[in-house]
């Protein structure tokens, strides 16, 4: 195992923890201002704010920024490859919908089940920028048992929690488990947001990566924001505790991290890694900090058995 591979694996880790620190933060603020989509316009706004900041005051990030224009006018990167920002957009909007009223811990398995699937697909069509990696029978084996970590995950919710309130009222009236279902198609559209990062970060480095990332996920996002506002209006007031604020900063971290970190260990395994990360954390908050969802047994099995399908995929690696 190299030196690279060794810091990969680390950094997923700290990506995996870092995504369910932010993923409470992001549902809290959604809770607070009774708007899950504007909590995820104030995460991507502040964490682009920091990125134009930086690249104001760095003439060499601006250069990475210059090879990505030039990458995209030559063909050497694809426009579609520019757009994981989207997918990003999309798990952050999740994460204030839906952390506050299914707990921390149910949308990290959701999450993982499909980032997992997603993964191996990602993978074997050669996505990202180590190239193809084969499907084998433990690694569908790893993401069926994955799978049903979320039903289990899903089946432990019952009622309405105190967190609803950051829940579009089309989306609390819906089925239960369609709170679970989106942070699975969340977790899907991530491990495809890592590869097509990883191929921008080849090129322009992992903060030219970051910054089109939060670009294009601020604008979708905003535009999302514009149909709530129409119909709803404003917030009727912004919360003043500053940690509520920090999601976006967090973000910018663990994607800097994983644009670097896929280069090195492929989509799946820094998926696999990042979900250690992910479920010790989800566990520890939701111990230490309950949602009004609380830590459920089966929420708790449900992360026992992603434990179960992670070391069952990553014993296909050769």
Do not use: K
């Not at 932010?22 to 991507?44: E, T, V």
């Not at 990030?61 to 006018?73: K, P």
């Not at 994983?258 to 010790?280: D, E, F, M, N, P």
């Amino acid at each position: 195992m190299t030196g690279r591979v060794r810091i990969g694996l680390v950094f997923g880790f700290c990506i995996g923890a870092g995504v369910a620190g932010q993923g409470r933060i992001n549902g809290a603020l959604g809770a607070r201002l009774h708007d899950g989509i504007a909590a995820a316009c104030i995460s991507f706004g502040l964490g682009l704010m920091v990125l134009v900041i930086a690249f104001a005051l760095s003439r060499r990030l601006r250069a990475g920024l210059v090879r990505v224009r030039a990458a995209v006018r030559s063909g050497e990167l694809r426009a579609w490859q520019l757009l994981g920002g989207l997918c990003g957009a999309f798990f952050v909007a999740c994460q204030g919908l839906t952390v506050a009223a299914i707990g921390i811990t149910a949308f990290t398995v959701a999450v993982v089940a499909g980032q997992l699937l997603s993964s191996l697909v990602v993978d074997r069509l050669g996505l990202a920028p180590n190239g193809r990696t084969p499907v084998t029978p433990l690694r569908l084996g790893g993401a069926a048992l994955a799978l049903v970590a979320v039903v289990l995950a899903a089946t432990g919710r019952s009622g309405t929690p105190a967190g609803a309130a950051a829940v579009p009222e089309w989306l609390r009236d819906g089925p239960a488990a369609l709170l679970v279902i989106l942070p699975a198609l969340a977790g899907i559209g991530l491990a495809w947001q890592q590869a097509v990062n990883g191929r921008v970060g080849t090129v322009g480095g992992p903060f030219a990566a970051t910054l089109v990332n939060f670009g294009i996920g601020t604008i979708a996002l905003l535009a999302l924001e514009s149909l709530v506002l129409a119909r709803a209006g404003w917030p009727n007031e912004f919360p003043s505790e500053p940690w509520l604020y920090v999601g976006g900063l967090i973000g910018v971290a663990f994607i800097v991290l994983a644009a670097l970190a896929v280069q090195w260990i492929g989509v799946l395994l820094l998926g696999l890694t990042s979900v250690a990360g992910q479920l010790l954390a989800s566990i520890l908050l939701d111990l230490v900090i309950p949602t009004g969802a609380g830590l459920s047994v089966t929420a708790v099995i449900g992360c026992a058995l992603t434990f179960v399908a992670v070391v069952v995929a990553a014993r296909s690696r050769t």
